[in-house]
């Protein structure tokens, strides 16, 4: 959940007047690799193809952003080389889908 929110600070930072709280992020996989390497795989979710179009920006410029600042802030976290791969997903509605905020680490019982 800490490798989750530490990309979602990130695309909140990034983009909160264009998609303000309709960002979610789920970590796919994560796994340590050779001596110091991470290979975490996410996805952030968003509920519209508009809001899609926004994070990922012109010729990906927008999630490359994104995924720099994430991945330099997750390797002082894990001390390690991080190696973090980010895709953008459309979930309409998520936000009212309980099994979803669950997952993505949100409200009770997460």
Known sequence: VMVAEFIREKVLRNFFDEVPHAIGVGVEEMEFE????????????VERDSQKG???GKRGAAIKRVGTEARRDLELLLGS?????LSVKVRKNWRRDANQIRRFGYGEGA
């Open 34 to 45: 050779k001596p110091n390497l991470y290979r975490i795989y996410a996805v952030i979710y």
């Open 81 to 85: 080389k991080v190696f973090l791969d």
């Open 54 to 56: 926004i994070i990922i």
